[in-house]
T-cell receptor, first 112, second 112 residues
Framework: SQQGEEDPQALSIQEGENATMNCSYKTSINNLQWYRQNSGRGLVHLILIRSNEREKHSGRLRVTLDTSKKSSSLLITASRAADTASYFCAFRRGGSNYKLTFGKGTLLTVNP | DGGITQSPKYLFRKEGQNVTLSCEQNLNHDAMYWYRQDPGQGLRLIYYSQIVNDFQKGDIAEGYSVSREKKESFPLTVTSAQKNPTAFYLC???????????FGSGTQLSVL
C-alpha cells in the first residue's frame, strides 16, 4: 500500500496528559502534513513540515520529521477534551503532482 | 466568509441511479479534489483538477465522473457502475500543489 500508516490506531488519555501519534511512509516525500477530523466533519489542516525540516511547533503541537526513517510524529501537549478527534498524516509522494496520500488516522480520545 | 460548501449533507441512492454531489468554493483556489472516506480506511483520492476544464483520475476513479466548467465548482457524480457507493465524500481545494488542503464538511452517501 502507498498509504501512510499511523500508530497507534486509537489512543485514550486523560486531560492534561500529552498525546503522541506516529506516521510512517514508504516513498520519498516533499512535505508531510497533519490534519484533524472531528466525527462526521471535514478535515482541518494543522501543520506542514517540509522534507528539509526536522521539527516544527504550532501552539501545543510539535511535529518532527525523520526522512532517514521515513517517519513523523505529532505531539499534543497538555491535552484537552476538545482535542478528541481523529488525526491524519498526509504526504505528497515525490514526483506526484497535486496528489496527497493520507494515512488511516489515529483516533484520540481525551477524557475529562 | 470564504470556504468550501458541500451539499447535500446526507444523500440516498437507489440501485441503478446516478447521484451528483455538489462542491463549491469561494477561495479562488485553482486545484480541487474529491476524496472518499470509509471507516478505518482513511481518505482515498477519486479525482482531482488543477485547472478549469481539466481533471485527472485518482486512485479509485472507477464508477465516478466529474466536471470542472467553472473555477468555483467541482461536482462529483456517483454512477450506477459504482457498486459500493456508501461512504463519506469529502471535497477539498488548494492554492498550489505543495500547500495545505481546505476541506468541505462532507456528504454521507448511503444506498437505499
Amino acid at each position: 500500500s502507498q498509504q501512510g500508516e499511523e500508530d497507534p490506531q486509537a489512543l485514550s488519555i486523560q486531560e492534561g496528559e500529552n498525546a503522541t501519534m506516529n506516521c510512517s511512509y514508504k516513498t520519498s516525500i516533499n512535505n508531510l502534513q497533519w490534519y484533524r477530523q472531528n466525527s462526521g466533519r471535514g478535515l482541518v489542516h494543522l501543520i506542514l513540515i517540509r522534507s528539509n525540516e526536522r521539527e516544527k511547533h504550532s501552539g501545543r503541537l510539535r511535529v518532527t520529521l525523520d526522512t532517514s526513517k521515513k517517519s513523523s510524529s505529532l505531539l499534543i501537549t497538555a491535552s484537552r477534551a476538545a482535542d478528541t478527534a481523529s488525526y491524519f498524516c498526509a504526504f505528497r509522494r515525490g514526483g506526484s503532482n497535486y496528489k496527497l496520500t493520507f494515512g488511516k488516522g489515529t483516533l484520540l480520545t481525551v477524557n475529562p | 466568509d470564504g470556504g468550501i460548501t458541500q451539499s447535500p449533507k446526507y444523500l440516498f441512492r437507489k440501485e441503478g441511479q446516478n447521484v451528483t454531489l455538489s462542491c463549491e468554493q469561494n477561495l479562488n483556489h485553482d486545484a480541487m479534489y474529491w476524496y472518499r472516506q470509509d471507516p478505518g480506511q482513511g481518505l482515498r483520492l477519486i479525482y482531482y483538477s488543477q485547472i478549469v476544464n481539466d481533471f485527472q483520475k485518482g486512485d479509485i476513479a472507477e464508477g465516478y465522473s466529474v466536471s470542472r466548467e467553472k473555477k468555483e465548482s467541482f461536482p462529483l457524480t456517483v454512477t450506477s457502475a459504482q457498486k459500493n457507493p456508501t461512504a463519506f465524500y469529502l471535497c477539498a481545494s488548494s492554492i498550489e500543489r505543495d500547500e495545505k488542503l481546505f476541506f468541505g464538511s462532507g456528504t454521507q452517501l448511503s444506498v437505499l
